[in-house]
């Protein structure tokens, strides 16, 4: 081994030692904020009681309703950006891309414009060392290349007509992170689509803080991450190229990635600089199990394949180096291990990535926060392994999932299940599930209640709505959906009237392109997500107890197929696809691979169907009970299995 590589290995051991360490502190931190917190409703926190689960849901959605209600306390102190050398920036016009398929002449900073990330961080620092209090950003631009990163006791506040737009450089996002990583740059410690690794800090970051907060006066306060504005302020790649070519089967729209042709290095093209073999970084594995997380080809040097790859092979996460020369676009607003977080009544706009990710944390509200980002993998706010989650009054615009819970994947499940979540009065203007759990759920998702909500769909025409409520698991995710609840749902423009098919493995009994578990249903179980995406598919999943009841559904104009110009609301009303046992590829005996138990729907109607022969698809799902539920004037009072 020469001096560099001895030098590269050292580097390794150092991270992994120093990430350790901070990770152990931090899930410390967490747990003793728990215990404490939980008090007398000890039982609430850790989502044991399942007999009052049965017998109150909402009940127990009322009490983390209550608690979570109660506001967090700061000192009377303000800290103005403007006392700590923040200035303000020009702006220009600059032709970018706002959503998957759309362009146009937006708002950028101007060349050369002051950066403000150096008056933040110190304002934030001050804050905090001073025992915390209010860190002001006026109204005004502000240019900031950098993360900001909130601390303990500290409420970043954005005055009415505050506009912080974040720099499109991926560079500036690789130079203050506490783990150095070399050519990769200096990286902080994230979760990028359920697995860890070292990667780009995000725009905003904390990472076991306590007591924080991140609020606006109103949608005039604008968190921007100019995720479509191009990368060399003109032409070319910007961040939501790098998500790559389009994957799904007829798709009613956003069959584009901005800016992306083919041949170009994306997250889904073999990386040159990922290693040729995982026993490269996995000397440990034999070769059988080389193969069966490497699968066949080099589809797996992907970096979106990559990594996960790296989790099942056991691979330290100070050893999952990513960054500069990588395509992991970083989440927006990303928080992991954080106790006592509020973020309220600002605009989300233009993410790179996902909108909103907490991982980790305990006891969390977003609250009037306007979810405003429309480009590729634009999930709107996704608590992953989370508890004592509410999710009240905002507004979703997204371009992927409006609110997406989860909790880990592949082995990546040391934070345990995401539980007691509620969501209520929130709006889902576009988006692909409105309410999604999953497809991230190794660690398991239990105890969710959603309530009062409308899912207004105002794109039908054009960008409509995949599905509304929506479940996303598969022979790979595994983990469980434990304790779903969902009431009161006004869907006034329907869904997706076309279907959006999966595509199955060969030797699948599920025909492919048959199925409309993408796109087209109003309710949709998706077991079988995605399942050519994984190699390894060993861990069957759980899907128990889950009850909907009051969901309403208006019909549109259909705009394509053999039933154009006439009305409906889906293209089915329910598909559940429950886990499909020839998808699994492990050692035998194989686990059982239990059916979808226990889900009754009731007292809903879903308007009139494309598909009236077959109005809903069953398959592996014992015992659903339709009460006094209504499609296409039909009312169905019946328990079916398939």
Known sequence: MNDMNKQHVNDQRMNDQRVNEKRRAMMKAVSASSLALAGGGAALATGSASAAIGDDPWGRAKEIVDRLSKPLRFRDQDFPITDFGAAQCKLVKIRAWISHDDQATVDTHAPGSHDCYPAIKAAIEACHKAGGGRVVIPAGNWFVAGPIVLLSNVHVHLKKGANVLFSTQPADYA??????CGKHGKLVITRWQGNDCLNFASPIYAYGADNIALTGEDWTSVLNGQGGVPFNGKDGDCWWTWKGKNRTINP??????PGYVEGKLTQRVPNPINPKSLKDVAPHLTEAERLHIQGEGERWRADEQYLPALSEAGVPLGQRVFGLGHLLRPTMVHLIGCTNVLLEGYELKDTPFWQHHPVHCRNIVIRNVHCNSKGPNSDGFDPESCDMVLIEGCTFDTGDDCIAIKAGKDLDTQYGPSQNIVVQKCIMQSGHGAVTLGS????????VYAQDLVFENIHWATDPLNTAIRLKTNMNRGGYLKNFYVRNV???NGVQTSPSFYASLPNS????RTV???AGAVVTFDCDYTPTADTVRTRPPVVDNVQISNVTVGNVEVKKGAKK?????????IVILGPVSNNYNGPQPMPQVPPVTNVTISDCDFGTTVSTEHPYFLYNVRGLKLNRVKIGGKEYNTTLSA
């Open 175 to 180: 130079k203050y992170g506490e783990f150095d």
């Open 565 to 573: 110009g006439q009305k409906a609301a889906c293209y089915q009303a």
């Open 440 to 447: 991230e759920m190794a660690g398991g998702i239990q105890n």
């Open 252 to 257: 009613a729209s956003q069959a584009n990635t």
């Open 490 to 492: 006004k869907i006034p």
């Open 516 to 518: 409309a578990v993408a």
């Open 509 to 512: 009994p599920i025909e492919a």
